[in-house]
């Protein structure tokens, strides 16, 4: 795996075990302070999904299908980002390679899933469930920082919203082409990205509730890894995530 080698093809089983065990290349601890400091990106996004009634998450609801998407990562937009991991592995430390698509360029990095949360919080006086997961960046990625999900839905008006917040910055890139083309349109493509996956989480989570969970997509298997997104399907809720993007 060589990020400085953007048209070379790799293995993704090979490329996943390359990655195992490598450390973040950012420090965690005291991340949201040094970020209010300067010289990091940070950004939050928000879509509302479809309501459930006021109370816990209700079986096959929103929440419940919107839950399952984000931890298989079926709502990242497949034209920017796959993922690669081992299907059996828990979440919480779950390793995993991100095939990044950049103007006709390809490039396998990988990152560290941290920070699970699947509990009832009190949110500003409002009871809430919330499901959250994130990731960090390992050393070899083109950034620096987490990128962190959640969904919540509200008890007492049965609201369901999907969130992104992510700090973030240029990582180390010895290639100067591609360190020049990222320091020009990465910026511009990471937003692309988080507001994909809004639009895609929303659209993607109606249409399951409209056709029922066969329209639902799930990971797919290539070289005995999970693929997410799935590769191209005709189920209804990818047809509509593709309209949405």
């Known amino acids: 795996m060589d990020i400085d080698r953007p048209f070379k093809r790799h293995d993704p089983r090979r490329a996943l075990a390359a990655i195992r065990g490598r450390p973040f290349n950012f420090d965690p601890d005291g991340l949201e302070a040094r970020a209010r400091g300067g010289g990091w990106n940070v950004d939050d996004h928000r879509v509302a999904l479809p309501s459930e009634e006021p109370g816990p998450p ?11 998407l984000m931890t298989d990562y079926e709502f990242a937009d497949p034209r920017l980002v796959r993922g690669f991991y081992d299907p059996d592995a828990p979440l919480e430390g779950r ?9 006709g360029m390809r490039f396998q990095v990988g990152v560290r899933a941290m920070a699970v949360v699947d509990e ?76 994909t996956c809004c639009a895609r989480m929303a659209s993607m989570t109606a249409a399951t509730l409209r056709a029922g969970p066969a329209a639902e997509p799930t990971p797919g298997r290539r070289c005995g890894l999970a693929e997410s997104p799935a590769p191209e399907t005709n189920r209804p809720a990818e047809r509509a995530a593709r309209r949405a993007g």
């Open 58 to 68: 209700v079986p096959e609801g929103s929440f419940a299908i919107a839950h399952r």
């Open 95 to 103: 390793e995993m390679l991100l095939s990044i698509r950049f103007y």
């Open 120 to 195: 009832e919080r009190e949110i500003d006086g409002r009871a809430a469930r919330v499901y959250k997961w994130g990731y960090g960046t390992l050393e070899g990625h083109l950034e620096r920082g987490r990128m962190d999900y959640e969904l919540r839905k509200w008890r007492d008006t049965g609201e369901v919203e999907f969130r992104i917040h992510v700090v973030s910055q240029r990582g180390r890139i010895r290639n100067p082409i591609v360190r020049w083309g990222f320091r020009i349109f990465a910026r511009r493509e990471q937003l692309r990205f988080a507001r």
